[in-house]
């Protein structure tokens, strides 16, 4: 089930933590963590985050964000889609987050 949506977010510092399906890897390789990291560097810059840390693990990753908008949801889905989809293509995967 689906959790409920949090509504308007006021701006803030805010730690987020996406997950591969199950225990799969999300970053195989070198390339993987620069194509994430690049792709992140555009939500950065297109929601005007400020990326204070981040961490990447091979099925896993933890970002902090200072957001002064209410754009953290759609900057994740945003970020997790287009890398889901590219890391997809290259290892030749379909469905959500490397399932």
Request: with cysteine; aromatic share 12%.
């Amino acid at each position: 089930m689906p959790r409920e949506a949090r509504g308007h977010l006021l701006p803030g510092v805010f730690h987020v933590a996406s997950h591969g399906l199950g225990d799969r890897s999300v970053f195989l390789d070198d390339f993987d963590r620069t194509s994430f990291l690049r792709q992140l560097g555009c939500v950065v810059y297109r929601f005007r985050w400020i990326c204070c840390a981040y961490c990447l693990m091979s099925n896993h990753y933890h970002l902090i964000v200072d957001t002064s908008a209410d754009s953290l949801s759609e900057g994740v889905k945003v970020l997790d889609g287009v890398y889901s989809r590219r890391f997809n293509a290259r290892h030749r995967r379909s469905g959500s987050r490397s399932g």
